[in-house]
T-cell receptor
């Protein structure tokens, strides 16, 4: 148990569906991240939020839409996805350098399959 | 951030020490060395990090060479549960966020 909870753990969706992935952290951290891990590829950083403001968007297609309503919750809204978007989506959180070591705490991931 | 180079895979006998090398020859003075591991289909797990001194915690030891161009992660008594992909990442630490860029890592297979 890392203190970062992701739901759902598994999701199967068609290309015309709209779904959302949810992440919640119980660690009091002030930064949250979305990573994507496709089969046999390194983790790719998608989005970074600090104090609920998006600070990084690594050229992610607009069919992925992040939302960070508060420092404990992070969503990834999905619509009109492609089969190549099938991957493990990982959420992480961290604390700023004034407290803690800046390490990232990851959730268990949401395994997405797009048909 | 400086680039790191790791062997793609390594084997280790259960109960023996696992020594995982990492080269980071272009590391700059304010960059830390982080180690994470990822057990199959789980989220990565932080192991240890250091700047220039050797570090030890309950999971592992980190040995950084004097010129800081390479480091070694040591798991003192490897178990089957240590089978995972181990990532060495070099990163400046001090901003509000810690945007770690993961490479392909080293797949450590602990053999019974």
């Amino acid at each position: 148990e890392t203190g970062v909870t992701q739901t759902p753990r598994h999701l199967v969706m068609g290309m015309t569906n709209k779904k959302s992935l949810k992440c919640e952290q119980h660690l009091g951290h002030n930064a949250m991240y979305w990573y994507k891990q496709s089969a046999k590829k390194p983790l790719e950083l998608m989005f970074v939020y600090s104090l609920e403001e998006r600070v990084e968007n690594n050229s992610v297609p607009s069919r992925f839409s992040p939302e960070c309503p508060n420092s404990s919750h992070l969503f990834l809204h999905l619509h009109t996805l492609q089969p190549e978007d099938s991957a493990l989506y990982l959420c992480a959180s961290s604390q700023g350098p004034t407290r803690g070591t800046g390490e990232l705490f990851f959730g268990e991931g949401s395994r997405l399959t797009v048909l | 951030d400086a680039k790191t180079t790791q062997p793609p895979s390594m084997d280790c006998a259960e109960g023996r020490a696992a020594n995982l090398p990492c080269n980071h020859s272009t590391i700059s003075g304010n960059e830390y060395v982080y180690w994470y591991r990822q057990i199959h289909s789980q989220g990565p797990q932080y192991i240890i990090h250091g700047l220039k001194n050797n570090e030890t915690n309950e999971m592992a030891s980190l040995i950084i060479t004097e010129d800081r161009k390479s480091s070694t992660l040591i798991l003192p008594h490897a178990t089957l549960r240590d089978t995972a992909v181990y990532y060495c990442i070099v990163r400046t630490y001090g901003g509000a966020t810690n945007k770690l860029i993961f490479g392909t890592g080293t797949l450590l297979a602990v053999q019974p």
